[in-house]
Each structure stands twice: as structure tokens, then as C-alpha cells.
């Protein structure tokens, strides 16, 4: 495992959390990233990542995959959403919060989102038999979690948090991938004997999980079911962007 998946699983996470601390980021503008990451989850997954699952095992994918796809389901009762841009109630982010007594429950929302990123980070322990869908992958998530440490920090000031509470909570969310990293790692390196059939089935977890994430983005309807041009334009750079990397890894 490089500690370069580290590091590129952990920084970006942590200055885009702390950004919010210099410059509110606008809500449409974290829409269209969101809309941008889960538009390149989703190409990747069936462009690059469900053919390489398949190629070397097929017994039981189905049913991981699915597993995947209902565990963030669940995930969502505890995350009230923030992974897809949400922050339940809480209309306007850059303002305080008027109601003290609907601060929402951090810890239900911390224990979610970290699992979502602690399992995401776990398939990046393995060497891919493409090492560069191995960084696309990396990309990927990378991208998907940028919006997600920001609307995160805004809600935990929003409704209250001292900046010191919310910097170490950021601090969790931001090694939580790196964790499912080297967990993954030494769990599958050591401890199993059939690595390749671990990886394979953590593999396809994760793409039930992007499968549930990406799809929840990029349907979404806007509040007055309009046609939104700037978020059509952005889900195509983000298919685009995956078909591009799609050559060139082959």
C-alpha cells in the first residue's frame, strides 16, 4: 500500500473542510460538484470497475453488490443525507441557526459518514491489475468526498459546534478513508489466505455503495422540477471525464 493513497485520501478531505473557515462555498456550487462526482462514480463504475469484478469472479458479486447498495441505504438513516449534499432541516448554511433545539444528532451523523468513507477507502489497499483505474478510482473518491467535508464543517458551525469540536471531527471524517485503507490491507494481506476473493467482494460493496450515492445525485429533481442546464453540463463533463481516462487506461 502507498502512502500516497494516504495522503490523497486524507488532505484534500481536511483543506476542504477547513476552506469553509476563510469562504462560504455557495449551495449550488456544492451541487455541481456533487453532481460531477457522482456522474464520475457512476461511468467509472460500470465503465471500468464492474468489468474488472467480473473478470476474475463471479460467484456471489450480485449479492455483494447489492449488499453495498443496501447497506448506504441504511447509512442514510444516520447521515440524514450529507453525503449526497443534504444537511436535513437546515436551509441556509451560512447563517446561524435559530432554533437551538434542532441541532441535529452529530454523532448519529459522524458514526454514519465515517463507515461510508472507511469502507469506500478499503478496495484501494489492493494493487488493480490496471494500476491506473487503481487512481482513477482514488480520483473518484477523492471528488466525492471534497463536497461532503464541506457541507459537514457548515453544518457543525451552523448549528453551534465550536470550531475547535468541528476541526476534530473533520479530523475523524478525513482519516476515516485512509483507515479503510490499511484495515483492508492488513486484514486481507494477513489474516485471509484468499486475497483476491476478499478484494473482489469489498469491491463490490463499494460499488453498491456508488451505485446508491451516484444515483441518488444525479436524479434528484431540483424544487420546481426544471430543467437545470449547468448541472446537465457538468453530469457530462463528469461522463466524459471517465470515458477520457477510460481510453487511456486501455
Known sequence: MSWLVFVALFFPVLLSGLSVFLFKTGEKTLKLI???????????????????????????????????????????FLTKGVEHGHHSHH??????????ETHIGFLGIMIGICIHSFLEGMPLSSNFQNTLLKNTLLTGIVIHNIPISIVLVSLFLH????????????????????????????????????????????????????????TTILFESDENHGFNFRKFFVIVLGFGATILLSVLLH
Open 34 to 76: 456533487l453532481a460531477f462526482g457522482g456522474a464520475f462514480l457512476l461511468s467509472l463504475t460500470f465503465i471500468d470497475i464492474i468489468p474488472e469484478i467480473y473478470s476474475t469472479e463471479t460467484t456471489l458479486i450480485g449479492l455483494f453488490v447489492m449488499l453495498g447498495f443496501f447497506v448506504q441505504l441504511l447509512l442514510d
Open 91 to 100: 436551509t441556509k448554511l451560512n447563517q446561524p441557526c435559530e432554533n437551538k
Open 159 to 214: 448549528t453551534g459546534l465550536r470550531k475547535s469540536r468541528a476541526i476534530i471531527l473533520l479530523i475523524i471524517f478525513a482519516l476515516s478513508s485512509p483507515l479503510g485503507t490499511v484495515t483492508s490491507y492488513f486484514v486481507g494481506a494477513s489474516l485471509i489466505t484468499q486475497y483476491t476473493h476478499f478484494f473482489n467482494y469489498v469491491l463490490a460493496v463499494v460499488v453498491g455503495i456508488f451505485l446508491h450515492i451516484s
